[in-house]
T-cell receptor
């Protein structure tokens, strides 16, 4: 079945450091890929998405590129801020409006 | 424009009891999905409601049931609560109708934290 594997957390970085959170997936067909972010005490917010191979999703300085050959969708940001501290979830959906399958999440803490 | 709202925010129940959680979707959305997020885990899909019917269901027992009302709001019911049902229950809404292409993005509420003792 479909699955998403994320790097284990927690990840602790200093402000302005470079961030990479790895995500790989297993799916039939050509899934759409997503990154969601969950701030403390809140629900999930869509951060970015990509719907086909080689697409790059970007938002708020975060980027992720859909790599079909490596079945990956790694999240990157060039310079993190304290306000980026949250839990990040990689997710996929293999057809229009099928349920999202989430990874376990990666907790990021950014210290000043 | 109100987003997805869930109630209550927190709830404590005893094993064997029943619980009802409520969700109002984002304005303009017609589909509601429910997810269970155990501590330290990603959300797990429970079921999805559209046009007042359960359209898709995840791997959850029949103790988990739901309902969607004509105004698109939804309820999640869990019977015979177990300790393992303790989790954050997330409601997400989207727009399924009108033949949208691609994946309609989900908008999540802040969740209901259920504790079963």
């Amino acid at each position: 079945g479909n699955s998403v594997t994320q790097m284990e957390g927690p990840v602790t970085l200093s402000e302005e450091a470079f961030l990479t959170i790895n995500c790989t997936y297993t799916a039939t067909g050509y899934p759409s890929l997503f990154w969601y972010v969950q701030y403390p005490g809140e629900g999930l917010q869509l951060l970015l998405k990509a719907t086909k191979a080689d697409d790059k999703g970007s938002n708020k300085g975060f980027e992720a590129t859909y790599r079909k050959e490596t079945t990956s969708f790694h999240l990157e940001k060039g310079s993190v801020q304290v306000s980026d501290s949250a839990v990040y979830f990689c997710a996929l959906s293999d057809q229009r409006n099928t349920p999202l399958v989430f990874g376990k999440g990666t907790r990021l803490s950014v210290i000043a | 424009d109100a987003g997805v709202t869930q109630s209550p925010t927190h709830l404590i129940k005893t094993r064997g009891q029943q619980v009802t959680l409520r969700c109002s979707p984002k304005s303009g959305h017609d589909t509601v999905s429910w997810y269970q997020q155990a501590l330290g885990q990603g959300p797990q899909f429970i079921f999805q409601y559209y046009e007042e019917e359960e359209r898709q269901r995840g791997n959850f027992p029949d103790r988990f049931s739901g309902h969607q009302f004509p105004n698109y709001s939804s309820e999640l019911n869990v019977n015979a609560l177990l300790l393992g049902d303790s989790a954050l229950y997330l409601c997400a809404s989207s727009l399924l109708g009108q033949g949208k292409s691609g994946n309609s993005p989900l908008h999540f509420g802040n969740g209901t934290r259920l504790t079963v003792t």
